[in-house]
């Protein structure tokens, strides 16, 4: 299959998920104004009329959940490996230590509604009644991996150990060499790079704040902070823009499961609307950006560029730790060599953006 049959059949499939989507929730409207709205006596007072109603909306609601949920294989891709161009094109702050990152990871809680009995399991560290999701997404604020089915009182590292040992489609899968960026409530390991812990990290605690960073560990945080901020963003605008993930909505927990992984394929599908011209075009700009790192000598694929002065990218050392203290000792070798980058002090994924429409 070559690249147009395969964006063909994509666009194909994302278009009769949401025309079948589509459809079902107009005859559920349909038969929703029928049997609820209409004057006839039993609708109005007839606990029988309410219920047979009630029936069918829960029916085309799960027909309509069951329609957006086949966006699956074609909206929630793997990443990329291919350098984004928000590394690449950062060489004062993320390239070359996070040149083989591909994006971010993130866990995130949302209200659920369980027995009385299952509360205790449910509630988190807040009090509130939760599921805790684990996400993944790319620089492009798309998600690539989404796991809903934890209760709110798991613990993160939890949940991504169970990510990554799941077999089948529910594996987080990261390819030979990459990794994504994590907070501190995970451990390092093969594949997910966290930031020094009991050093100050979140972008928040930089704001309105003069003093640069005091070390190699302070400046390590300040970037990878604000690289990582990427998933922040991302969950903030799925929240944001359906609102059904932040009540607890009534249906059965595996329903609220399907929910979540629904909002996360919408989220997709509107970053990817009329991705065939898109797509032609990102190819066009990866294409120059490839080129322009050929000329700067910038790496933007899995092959090995021969310089193995710089390979700590590429060829992850079993030890995490000292791997993470080569990216910081070359980041605060060359900070200090250049002075203060006033780039690190500017993020410009903290606003809380829609989508543009």
Request: hydrophobic share 35%; proline share 3%.
């Amino acid at each position: 299959m070559d690249f147009d049959d395969e964006h063909d059949e994509g666009y194909a499939k994302r278009r009769k998920a949401i025309i079948l989507g589509s459809a079902t929730a107009s005859i559920g409207a349909e038969h929703y104004s029928k049997m609820f709205l209409a004057k006839e006596p039993y609708c109005r007072d007839s606990l029988r009329g309410m219920k047979e109603t009630e029936s069918i909306i829960s029916v085309y609601f799960n027909l309509v959940l069951g329609a957006i949920l086949q966006l699956y294989p074609v909206s929630l891709k793997p990443p990329s490996t291919t350098m984004h161009q928000r590394i690449a094109g950062n060489r004062r702050s993320f390239y070359p230590y996070f040149r083989d990152c591909i994006g971010a990871v993130n866990s995130s809680h949302i209200h659920a509604w369980v027995p009385v009995n299952e509360h205790k399991r449910f509630r988190d560290r807040k009090g509130i009644i939760s599921q805790n999701i684990l996400t993944a997404c790319d620089f492009d604020s798309k998600f690539t991996y989404i796991l809903a089915d934890w209760e709110g009182s798991a613990s993160d590292s939890r949940i991504l150990d169970d990510a990554i040992h799941r077999q089948g489609a529910g594996k987080i899968v990261v390819p030979p060499g990459k990794y994504y960026l994590v907070d501190a409530g995970f451990a390092n390991q093969r594949g997910f790079l966290r930031p020094y812990q009991n050093v100050r990290y979140h972008l928040k605690e930089w704001e309105n704040n003069n003093q640069a960073p005091a070390d190699k560990n302070e400046l390590f945080n300040l970037r990878h902070s604000k690289l990582r901020n990427v998933i922040e963003h991302a969950l903030s605008l799925l929240k944001s823009t359906w609102k059904i993930m932040k009540s607890q909505s009534e249906y059965p927990y595996k329903t609220q499961t399907r929910i979540v992984q629904a909002c996360v394929l919408l989220h997709n599908h509107i970053l990817n609307r009329n991705t065939i011209e898109e797509e032609e075009f990102l190819d066009q700009e990866n294409a120059g950006a490839a080129m322009l790192g050929q000329q700067i000598g910038i790496q933007t694929n899995d092959e090995d560029a021969g310089d193995d002065s710089d390979k700590e990218g590429n060829d992850i050392a079993e030890d995490w730790e000292q791997f993470q203290d080569d990216i910081a000792d070359k980041m605060w070798a060359d900070y200090i060599g250049g002075g203060v980058d006033e780039d690190d002090y500017d993020d410009e994924d903290s606003s809380d953006e829609d989508y543009d429409f």
